[in-house]
């Protein structure tokens, strides 16, 4: 069970966001975090994310840098990637994962 030390769900979204469409909208940038202007709000997510996702202690430390300072940027998801390349046309320009592992 987890319990938020600083209220309720809400009390964690970026100001303004509130209902299932707002949350949902969160899903369009995968930054959102930076945006709650709670540093302790930003952090303890962060660490509830890093609990659920067994991360190593070096990356929860270098996420929670980044979380005090606003400026988390996690990566585009490869799948993005290969779909905007694909789309462009240019998919063959993407590497295969065969050729990224030097075969």
Known sequence: MLVL??????DYLPPGVSGVKGIVGLTTDRNWI??????????????????????SAAENKQL????????????????????????????ADFPSVSDRRGS
């Open 5 to 10: 030390k600083h209220g309720e769900m809400e």
């Open 34 to 55: 930076n945006g709650i202007p709670d540093e302790s709000r930003r952090v303890e997510l962060g660490q509830v994310i890093c609990q659920i996702l067994d991360v």
């Open 64 to 91: 929670e840098e980044e979380l005090r300072h606003q400026s988390v940027a996690f990566p585009q998801p490869l799948s993005d990637r290969v779909d905007r390349a694909s789309r462009r046309g240019n998919i």
